[in-house]
T-cell receptor, first 116, second 111 residues
Framework: GAGVSQSPRYKVAKRGQDVALRCDPI?????LFWYQQALGQGPEFLTY????????KSGLPSDRFFAERPEGSVSTLKIQRTQQEDSAVYLC??????????????FGPGTRLTVT | QKEVEQNSGPLSVPEGAIASLNCTYS??????FFWYRQYSGKSPELIMS????GDKEDGRFTAQLNKASQYVSLLIRDSQPSDSATYLC???????????FGQGTELSVKP
C-alpha cells in the first residue's frame, strides 16, 4: 500500500517568509509524528498527534512553529517568519498504534527546507 | 550525556563480514527499541524493532537488547556493499511514543 507522503519535497524560503509543510500518513494510522533532522544528526522530535488531538508539542523549538491535524489524517506543519536556523529536513512518521507499546513508526520522504 | 548514544563511525567492514553496531540509552523506563537504516539523502527506513531482553533475528539482521546494561545492538551478517548507510538507533521515550534517536553510525561495506 501507499506509504507516508510529504509535500513539497524541497522548499526554499527567504528569511521571514511563512512556510507550510504537508504530511499524508499511511491510511488508518492513528498516530502522526513530526521530526526535524539536521545534517549529520539523528531526527529530533517536534510534535505528536493521536487522531486529531495534539498530545505532545514539547519539541517545537519556538512559538513560530505550529502543527495541526484537523480531521485526524493529513497534517500540516507551519513555520512562521522563517529563520536560517530552521533549515533542515522535516520528517513525518505515522504509526498504527498509540502510546508506549508496540509503536513502529514509518517515515515519509521528508521536506528539505532551506532558508536563505 | 545524550539520551541515546551511538559511535558515529565510520565503521568499515569487508564484504561478507559481520557488522556490529552498538547503542546505549539512559532512560531505564524505555520499553521499545528500533533500528533504522538511512541512505544518504533519503529518509529513515525501519529495519528492526525489539521489546524484550535477548535476541531477535530477521534474515541477515539480529537485534540484541540488554535492559540491565541499557544496551542495544544490531548485527548484520554477510554484509553487502548495499548495506552501506547510516544506522540510527531509536528509543521509545515513554508517553505518546515519541522516539529519541542517536546520531547514527555510518557503515561502509567494502567490496
Amino acid at each position: 500500500g501507499a506509504g507516508v507522503s510529504q509535500s513539497p519535497r524541497y522548499k526554499v524560503a527567504k528569511r521571514g517568509q511563512d512556510v507550510a509543510l504537508r504530511c499524508d500518513p499511511i491510511s488508518g494510522h492513528v498516530s502522526l509524528f513530526w521530526y526535524q533532522q539536521a545534517l549529520g544528526q539523528g531526527p529530533e522530535f517536534l510534535t505528536y498527534f493521536q487522531n486529531e488531538a495534539q498530545l505532545d508539542k514539547s519539541g517545537l523549538p519556538s512559538d513560530r512553529f505550529f502543527a495541526e491535524r484537523p480531521e485526524g489524517s493529513v497534517s500540516t506543519l507551519k513555520i512562521q517568519r522563517t529563520q536560517q536556523e530552521d533549515s533542515a529536513v522535516y520528517l513525518c512518521a505515522s504509526s498504527s498504534t498509540s502510546g508506549t507499546g508496540i509503536n513502529e513508526q514509518y517515515f515519509g520522504p521528508g521536506t528539505r527546507l532551506t532558508v536563505t | 550525556q545524550k539520551e541515546v548514544e551511538q559511535n558515529s563511525g565510520p565503521l568499515s567492514v569487508p564484504e561478507g563480514a559481520i557488522a556490529s553496531l552498538n547503542c546505549t540509552y539512559s532512560d531505564r523506563g524505555s520499553q521499545s527499541f528500533f533500528w533504522y537504516r538511512q541512505y544518504s539523502g533519503k529518509s529513515p527506513e525501519l529495519i528492526m524493532s525489539i521489546y524484550s531482553n535477548g535476541d531477535k533475528e530477521d534474515g541477515r539482521f539480529t537485534a540484541q537488547l540488554n535492559k540491565a546494561s541499557q544496551y542495544v545492538s544490531l548485527l548484520i551478517r554477510d554484509s553487502q556493499p548495499s548495506d552501506s548507510a547510516t544506522y540510527l538507533c531509536a528509543v521509545n521515550h515513554g508517553e505518546g511514543g515519541k522516539l529519541i534517536f542517536g546520531q547514527g553510525t555510518e557503515l561502509s561495506v567494502k567490496p
